[in-house]
């Protein structure tokens, strides 16, 4: 009696037959011509779909709701605009440029992705991660001279050379993304992976942190960049720990301890509050006050932030002779920026159901940085800090960077000279507490441990190398190390044995579901990888074992197969198409397979396999035509359709009939046991 329903097995060919083929490979002729014609037919509404497309204010404003969003935007937006003030100065600071440039990435780049992007939470700007990177390029190519006797108009040269640099790195970001997307290639971003994203910030935040300390003690150092930076600038400041400027040192503690408790409340309370305590702009306020009141700079020599022109930038090119030295960490600095605006973008879209456009994206973001350039702006991109505030605060559309924008524009505008005597140590005091979301990363280890040890490892390498070597090495080298576990995941993927469950149809791996059986004379196996050059040995090695199959050398140096001895007892029978032996009702317990000696027939479940190439699809015939020599009939089922056109292709059905290539593995196997029926019946065995 059959374990199986009677009925005939459906091959892949009968199901073609069936219920259609697929469409052959290759484009008809004049498909290209016909696509390119049809993109460059010009009509109103072809242009108005275009317009919405990619400038998709022109589709959300005309919908604007104003009852229930203005409120909600004009408040958000006035919030942000009042944390872009300070946080703008002060990341100025990292990246090495005077504090009014910071204002001018927080007011160029807001505006110009309210026109462009698609996230309607999203807040752009200066952010502490890219700021630290281009900081570390603009004191490699133009160092801060430590002269005392320097002139200011000295001093005025080299700002003006640090801001040329920062600008045209601006202006290359831009032009990077811009031909990302042309070319669309907003998928890039999907290789930053979230383990490698947040050990990636949480180490830059360590460098940030680091970097500050000079600036908390009023101490003049070099910056170090390169490899072991956080290493070098620790000695530095423990060797230069005697001259700390104890004033500067009481203004850092005091706003510490006014920042970090503010911070904590709005954190915990921020469904309660419906702004959050604006503390940083409270602090810049009454720390500038107070200096100016007690002349700390003149009498204590507290560094200040000194004059901010009043009025905007005029446009200029920047120092464009300096990109081809800059290239390389402008590169890192493009994807950083983009990776953590559009994993913003998508974290907030999803929670507030709506999509986002990764493609434009990258045009949104291109335009801000390279538009940006030509008004002294630094590299720009979504910011953690402000964009949660934008959300929390109400924020619903774009319209929020309008109101965010105007704030700006009026300390730009009007109020920029009264920041005259604000300390430097206040604003590294705001460029430590803003790193909080990025340090409590680090809370996410425990879970990431027990999801996945790989992802745990990803990060905590992508950590070592940042913190170790230098923020775009420490990425590179986590990107390297994720795609390596990848090829690693891949070459060394199990053959797995599977076994069926009882009265069923389902098949399951027997190492994992021990009451799970074998198909007496039936091996049937399942391999989840692809199969291509990187992996084809261990997948030969692996079928090999499980089939029983010894790869010996023959006189030509190609290597041959035979089935290894079992030294099994066997019934004389004779057994046409390599079938096994009758199989037994399921109600008569559950078979193995080593009480019925050789394996006769095999089926491997191709449904794990998700593609071959040239290379993987040659072995996999030869692995065929070595288990039909070693007297094994080895069948294939649940191919996919690319993964059987390339099987095809590579000249598959020379060497295995149709009726050896199934839909399913219950075909296979029902294929196979009707026709050990028709033989047990056409040749009863003979004992002797």
């Given at each position: 009696?059959s374990?199986l329903?009677p009925g005939r097995a459906?091959t892949e060919?009968?199901?073609q037959?069936?219920?259609g083929a697929p469409?052959?490979?290759g484009r008809?002729?004049?498909t290209l011509?016909r696509r390119v014609?049809r993109g460059?037919?010009?009509s109103?509404?072809?242009a108005?779909r275009?317009l919405?497309r990619?400038l998709p204010i022109?589709?959300?404003?005309p919908g604007?709701?104003l009852g229930?969003?203005?409120l909600?935007?004009a408040l958000?937006?006035?919030?942000?605009?009042?944390?872009h003030?300070?946080?703008g100065?002060?990341f100025?600071?990292?990246?090495?440029?005077?504090?009014?440039y910071?204002?001018y990435?927080?007011?160029?780049?807001?505006?110009?992705y309210?026109?462009?992007g698609?996230?309607?939470?999203?807040s752009t700007g200066?952010?502490?991660v890219?700021s630290?990177m281009t900081?570390?390029?603009?004191?490699?190519?133009?160092?801060?001279?430590?002269?005392p006797n320097?002139?200011?108009v000295?001093l005025?040269?080299?700002?003006?050379?640090?801001?040329?640099v920062?600008?045209a790195?601006?202006?290359?970001?831009?032009l990077?993304m811009?031909?990302?997307f042309v070319?669309?290639?907003?998928?890039?971003?999907t290789?930053?992976?979230?383990p490698?994203?947040?050990?990636?910030t949480?180490?830059?935040?360590?460098?940030?942190?680091?970097?500050?300390?000079?600036?908390l003690?009023?101490l003049a150092l070099?910056?170090h960049?390169g490899?072991f930076?956080i290493?070098?600038?620790l000695?530095?400041?423990?060797q230069?720990?005697?001259?700390?400027?104890?004033?500067?040192l009481?203004?850092s503690?005091l706003?510490?301890?006014l920042l970090?408790?503010i911070k904590e409340?709005?954190?915990?309370?921020r469904?309660k509050l419906r702004?959050?305590?604006p503390?940083?702009?409270?602090?810049?306020l009454?720390?500038?006050?107070?200096?100016?009141?007690?002349?700390?700079?003149t009498?204590?020599?507290?560094?200040?932030?000194g004059?901010?022109?009043?009025g905007?930038p005029q446009?200029?090119?920047p120092?464009?002779?300096?990109?081809?030295?800059?290239?390389?960490?402008?590169?890192?600095i493009?994807f950083v920026a983009y990776a953590?605006?559009?994993s913003?973008?998508?974290?907030?879209?999803?929670?507030h159901?709506?999509?986002?456009?990764p493609?434009q994206?990258?045009l949104?973001?291109?335009?801000s940085?390279l538009?940006s350039?030509?008004?002294?702006?630094?590299?720009?991109s979504?910011t953690?800090?402000?964009t949660?505030?934008l959300?929390?605060?109400?924020?619903h559309?774009?319209l929020?960077?309008f109101?965010?924008?105007?704030?700006?524009?009026m300390?730009?505008?009007?109020l920029?000279?009264?920041?005259?005597?604000l300390?430097?140590?206040?604003?590294a005091?705001?460029?430590v507490?803003s790193?909080?979301?990025m340090?409590?990363?680090?809370?996410?280890?425990?879970e990431l441990?027990r999801?996945?040890r790989?992802?745990f490892a990803v990060?905590?390498?992508?950590?070592l190398?940042?913190?170790?070597?230098?923020?775009?090495?420490?990425l590179?080298v986590?990107?390297?190390?994720s795609?390596m576990?990848?090829?690693?995941?891949t070459?060394r993927?199990?053959c797995m044995v599977?076994g069926?469950a009882a009265n069923?149809e389902i098949?399951r791996?027997?190492?994992?579901?021990?009451?799970?059986?074998e198909?007496?004379g039936v091996?049937?196996?399942a391999?989840?990888?692809?199969i291509y050059y990187?992996?084809r040995?261990?997948f030969?090695?692996?079928?090999?074992?499980?089939l029983g199959?010894s790869?010996?050398?023959g006189s030509r140096?190609?290597?041959a197969?035979?089935?290894v001895e079992?030294?099994?007892?066997?019934?004389?029978?004779?057994?046409?198409?390599?079938?096994?032996s009758?199989?037994?009702?399921e109600?008569?317990?559950c078979?193995?397979?080593g009480?019925?000696?050789r394996?006769?027939?095999a089926?491997?479940?191709c449904?794990?396999?998700v593609?071959?190439?040239?290379a993987?699809?040659?072995?996999?015939?030869?692995m065929c035509?070595?288990?039909q020599?070693?007297?094994?009939c080895?069948?294939?089922a649940?191919?996919?359709?690319?993964?059987?056109?390339t099987?095809?292709?590579?000249?598959l059905?020379?060497h295995?009939s149709?009726q050896?290539v199934?839909?399913?593995?219950q075909?296979a196997l029902a294929?196979?046991?009707?026709?050990?029926?028709k033989?047990?019946?056409?040749n009863?065995p003979?004992?002797?």
């Open positions: 009696m374990l329903a459906l060919q009968r199901f037959q069936l219920y469409e052959p490979r008809p002729a004049g011509r014609a460059c037919r010009c109103g509404a072809a108005l275009l919405r990619r022109a589709a959300w404003l604007y709701r229930p969003w203005l909600g935007d958000a937006g006035l919030t942000v605009g009042i944390v003030i300070p946080q100065m002060a100025a600071l990292l990246a090495s440029v005077a504090p009014v910071g204002l990435t927080s007011f160029f780049p807001v505006l110009l309210m026109l462009f698609t996230g309607r939470h999203v200066t952010f502490a890219v630290l900081g570390s390029v603009v004191e490699q190519l133009v160092p801060w001279p430590l002269e320097a002139t200011s000295e005025a040269w080299v700002e003006e050379r640090r801001i040329g920062a600008a790195m601006a202006f290359l970001v831009g990077l811009l031909v990302m070319v669309q290639l907003g998928f890039l971003a290789y930053l992976s979230e490698i994203v947040k050990a990636f949480n180490g830059a935040a360590l460098h940030v942190l680091v970097s500050q300390l000079p600036s003690l009023g070099p910056r960049t490899s930076t290493f070098k600038t000695a530095s400041v423990a230069a720990l005697p001259r700390t400027n104890v004033a500067e009481l203004i503690a706003c510490l301890a970090v408790p409340i709005n954190m915990r309370f469904s702004t959050p305590i503390g940083e702009i409270v602090v810049v009454v720390a500038t006050g107070v200096c100016f009141a007690s002349s700390l700079d009498r204590y020599d507290v560094q200040i932030v004059h901010l022109p009043a905007f446009p200029r090119l120092a464009l002779q300096s990109l081809p030295q800059v290239l390389g960490d402008t590169v890192a493009a953590v605006s559009v913003l973008a998508m974290i907030y879209a999803e929670k159901s709506y999509t986002i456009n493609n994206e990258l949104a973001h291109g335009v940085n538009v350039s030509l008004f002294a702006c630094f590299p720009s979504a953690l800090a402000t949660n505030i959300e929390s605060a109400g924020g559309t774009q929020a960077g109101f965010s924008g105007a704030v700006v524009l300390v730009l505008v009007w920029g000279p009264l920041f005259h005597f300390p430097k140590a206040v604003l005091c705001i460029n507490t790193l909080r979301q340090v409590l990363q680090f809370w996410d280890l425990p441990w999801i996945s790989i992802d990060w905590v390498v992508t950590w190398a940042v913190v170790v070597l230098n923020v775009d090495m420490g590179a986590g990107v390297v190390f795609m576990t990848i090829i690693c995941r070459q993927a199990e599977l069926k069923t098949y791996p027997l190492q994992r579901h021990s009451k799970c059986f198909i007496p091996k049937i196996m391999y989840h990888a692809p990187g992996n040995d261990f030969r090695e692996a079928l090999s074992q499980v199959l790869w010996l050398k140096g190609e290597k197969p035979r089935p079992s030294g099994a007892k066997m019934s004389i029978s004779t057994v046409e198409n390599c079938a096994p009758s199989v037994p009702d109600g008569a317990g078979p193995s397979s009480a019925t000696g394996i006769q027939a089926i491997l479940d449904s794990g396999i593609f071959v190439d040239s993987g699809a040659r072995l996999l015939i030869q035509v070595a288990c020599k070693a007297g094994i080895m069948n294939l649940a191919c996919n359709g690319a993964v059987l056109e099987l095809t292709s590579s000249g059905g020379q295995l149709p050896q199934f839909v399913t593995v075909d294929y196979i046991t009707q026709t050990t029926e033989v047990a019946e056409k009863p003979i004992w002797v």
